[in-house]
Nanobody, 120 residues
Framework: QVQLVESGGGLVQAGGSLRLSCAAS????????MGWYRQAPGKQRELVAA???????NYADSVKGRFTISRDNAKNTVYLQMNALKPEDTGVYYC??????????????WGQGTQVTVSS
């Protein structure tokens, strides 16, 4: 069984910073990509940033230059450093991992979500 456990959300003023962490554990053969998604009230879940096992990254246009995604492959952990936060960054942030639990096939796993609230 695979689990993704997130931490680091909270309440911050506009212009502030937060760092999210997500650790994957359990029966994991390999992890392909890991990423962060967010869902604001009344909106669909959207990709914020993603990173491959080789370190290639992809960001939503709205966070480029402010957010940085990184990962520690040895710890099966992905991080999201969020700087210059804006009220529109508010939402529930979900960790995603595309991984192979048994050495065959790739499957998407999700964390439980962590709330990020940016006050103006």
């Amino acid at each position: 069984q695979v689990q993704l456990v997130e931490s680091g959300g909270g309440l911050v003023q506009a212009g502030g910073s937060l760092r999210l962490s997500c650790a994957a554990s359990g029966s994991i053969f390999s992890i392909n990509a890991m990423g962060w998604y967010r869902q604001a009230p009344g909106k669909q879940r959207e990709l914020v940033a993603a990173i491959t096992s080789g370190g290639s990254t992809n960001y939503a246009d709205s966070v480029k230059g402010r957010f940085t995604i990184s990962r520690d492959n040895a710890k099966n952990t992905v991080y999201l450093q969020m700087n210059a936060l804006k009220p529109e960054d508010t939402g529930v942030y979900y960790c995603n991992a595309r991984l192979s639990p048994g050495g065959w096939g790739l499957y998407d796993y999700w964390g439980q979500g962590t709330q990020v609230t940016v006050s103006s």
